[in-house]
């Protein structure tokens, strides 16, 4: 049985286009479980409509403001799992047809796997030179392999690639991953949630953890609810720190930290020259005093 879970907050229109491929998957999701943070109710009647055309997907809807963040949504979502196989997925993708049918062909075929992420078709514009600088920069425990899989494959007989970084959006887990490994609710993650957890479930299960590049999905990123520039630069420097402080005892951790912020220092450098405005460094700067000074749970 195979669970999808969908957080969602004040996005009705990117929800349902998400939910409607959703229900056009080769392969249907036994059951979907919506946690709505909304502040209104223009999602619920919609979505609950169109799922009635789809009785052979359980629809469990829960619309509760209250529910603080993203992780708190999908620990909330897991709560109410019942599928063996637990697929996330961010409210503003759309997923190509046989998405759900190739993540689950991917821990059919290799039962030791304990979690994977499937591969975004159109990743934002990332030119040679962008790649080099960011792989100089994210070694040690911030070396991501996932800039080099999205959008770059094609076809359905690829290999999985192991990685311990999983894109938490279009990440599926086998259900006793959550007994064993919880989220982190308590330090405030949102854009590092999803490396923050996969590397912890890596630590635990050891070499188990895959990118499957044939599952396939496009996200076309909403402008809704997402930071202001600064104010995004601020929450990358304050969770870095988070981040880096919760791992700075393991291997390779503290030299690659410094050698990162140094890398994010040029960043916000060059985008305050390209957008002509000092809020990046601003962010930056900012995100610098709260990461050094805030309390690690």
């Known amino acids: 049985m195979l669970t999808a879970i969908i957080p969602t ?58 529910i603080l963040g993203l992780l708190d949504a999908k620990r909330v979502g897991v709560d109410h799992a019942s599928g063996e196989i637990i697929c996330f997925l961010e409210d503003d993708i759309v997923l190509e047809s046989d998405y759900i049918e190739q993540v689950e062909l991917g821990f059919l075929k290799n039962p030791n796997m304990i979690g994977c992420c499937g591969i975004i078709t159109n990743p934002p514009t990332a030119n040679f030179l962008y790649k080099t600088i960011f792989n100089i920069f994210h070694r040690g425990i911030f070396k991501d392999k996932r800039i080099e899989v999205h959008g770059n494959y094609s076809g359905r007989n ?63 990123c909403s402008p809704l609810n997402r930071d202001l520039l600064g104010a995004r630069e601020r929450r990358k420097l304050t969770e870095c720190f988070t981040y880096y402080r919760k791992r700075k005892d393991w291997p390779n951790a503290t030299i690659p930290f410094y050698w990162l912020l140094l890398g994010m220092l040029l960043q916000v450098i060059f985008q305050s020259f390209l957008s002509k405005s000092f809020k990046p460094i601003q962010g930056y700067l900012l995100g610098l005093r709260d990461g050094s000074k805030k309390i690690i749970y």
Not at 39 to 45: E, K
Not at 47 to 58: C, D
Not at 171 to 198: C, K, L, P
Request: charge should be positive.
């Open 9 to 66: 907050r004040n996005r009705p229109k990117d929800l349902l286009n998400a939910i409607r491929s959703l229900c056009s998957q080769s392969r249907l999701p036994d059951e979907l479980i919506v946690i709505d943070q909304s502040i209104d109710n223009l999602s619920v009647s919609a979505i609950k409509s169109l799922m009635r055309q789809f009785k052979q997907i359980k629809l469990i809807y829960l619309h509760d403001s209250k």
């Open 158 to 220: 690829n290999n999985l690639i192991k990685s311990n970084m999983l894109s938490g959006g279009a990440s599926a887990w086998r259900r006793e991953v959550f007994d064993n490994v919880e989220f982190d609710v308590a330090n405030g993650f949102h854009m590092f949630e999803d490396i923050d957890f996969s590397t912890r479930v890596s630590c635990h299960y050891g070499n188990r953890l895959f990118i499957n590049p044939n599952a396939r999905l496009a996200h076309y």
